[in-house]
């Protein structure tokens, strides 16, 4: 099977030849690994054959990036959204965030404008380079977006949207809403321009390590709405639907399954998502990516990093919504390069289907 024959395959909750691998590289990790044998010419994902890609759309104000001051590690930028961010220069980690676009209604009624999907946001003569090159390497090509509540909080802050989510629900809907319609104009413009797509793939951080930022009941009544909308268009192409979100989840997969998304990722097990769990209670509805604890792979004790990967395989290979080997989150520097093989190895080896 190609990549993406397969990964649509686990996608859509039938049995592929063997586990789909995919997974997500710090730059740090990256810069790391030239040290330890990773030619210049190539990144991880090619070098160990992940199988998905994603083209994103640009759903943000427009903002021109702008360097403030640059040091030797770090460099403080404000970016298309207009978040003026703090980051180590080979991003080793997520970014300080240090201001915001948006301060009051007044400036979201002047800027939100600035929210329409126009075909100039998109250099195609690049996107339909990459999109062709990653058709003829058979990936399973996603089209991607940050939607909903991070791109909302990186509008108008994190403390901000939380107080809103509590005391003022119609203007956080109005923002998901607007961001919503963004999101499926692009899409529309991509399709017109005749850009196929495998899937979709939806960058929402929703959850920390104790559980949702918000409650359940602020999720179904303020922002499934507006997933639910997205993956009906996304549906209507034929197009299954990737969430990716940091943190414990549990609470919200109910919701999230109503919102009809078809796959979750990264599954945290450091915030206490349990992969096992999720396969018994939700594993005919929905496809899993991740759950596997990196720092099993990174243990000092090569076996334990074994126990952790075949384990993990073992739950999502008996799941009948189908699972896709990824990290609980991404790929750090304490992972070496040489210990990364060994694990893709150990799962083409022993996440074969009979």
């Not at 915001?100 to 996107?127: G, H, N, Q, T, Y």
Request: glycine letters at 8%.
């Amino acid at each position: 099977m190609t990549s993406r024959e397969r990964v649509g395959k686990s996608l859509r909750h039938e049995r592929p030849d063997r586990v789909a691998i995919h997974e997500s590289f710090w730059e740090a990790t990256t810069n790391a690994w030239r040290q330890q044998g990773l030619s210049a010419d190539k990144s991880p994902d090619d070098y160990f054959g992940t199988e998905i890609r994603t083209i994103g759309v640009d759903n943000s104000f427009g903002y021109p990036w702008q360097e403030v001051e640059r040091t030797e590690e770090w460099v403080v930028a404000r970016d298309s959204w207009g978040v003026l961010t703090r980051n180590w220069l080979d991003h080793r980690s997520t970014p300080e965030l240090l201001d915001f676009a948006i301060k009051s209604k007044a400036d979201w009624d002047r800027e939100k404008a600035r929210l329409a999907p126009d075909p100039a946001r998109v250099d195609w003569e690049s996107v339909r380079r990459e999109h062709a090159a990653l058709r003829e390497q058979g990936k399973f090509v996603c089209l991607s977006a940050i939607p909903g509540y991070e791109a909302t909080w990186r509008k108008i802050g994190p403390e901000a949207l939380l107080m809103a989510i509590a005391e003022d629900p119609e203007w956080v809907c109005e923002m998901y809403e607007y961001d919503a319609e963004m999101v499926i104009g692009l899409a529309k413009l991509y399709v017109e321009q005749g850009l196929e797509f495998d899937g979709a793939w939806l960058w929402d951080d929703l959850a920390y390590k104790n559980g949702p930022l918000f409650s359940p009941k602020a999720y179904r009544e303020q922002l499934l709405p507006s997933h639910k909308r997205m993956n009906d268009y996304f549906h209507s192409q034929g197009w299954p639907v990737i969430l990716h979100s940091c943190g414990n989840i549990t609470s919200l997969v109910p919701s999230m399954i109503e919102a009809s998304f078809d796959c979750l990722q990264a599954l945290e097990v450091k915030a206490g998502v349990d992969l096992g769990g999720l396969v018994r209670d939700y594993g005919r509805e929905l496809c899993f990516m991740g759950g596997v604890d990196v720092r099993g792979l990174f243990a000092e004790e090569e076996g334990e990093m074994e126990r952790e990967v075949r384990a993990k395989l073992a739950i999502g290979m008996a799941s009948p919504g189908g699972y896709v080997f990824h990290s609980d989150h991404s790929i750090p520097p304490q992972v070496s390069f040489e210990r990364y093989a060994k694990v893709i190895e150990l799962v083409r080896r022993v996440g074969v289907y009979e």
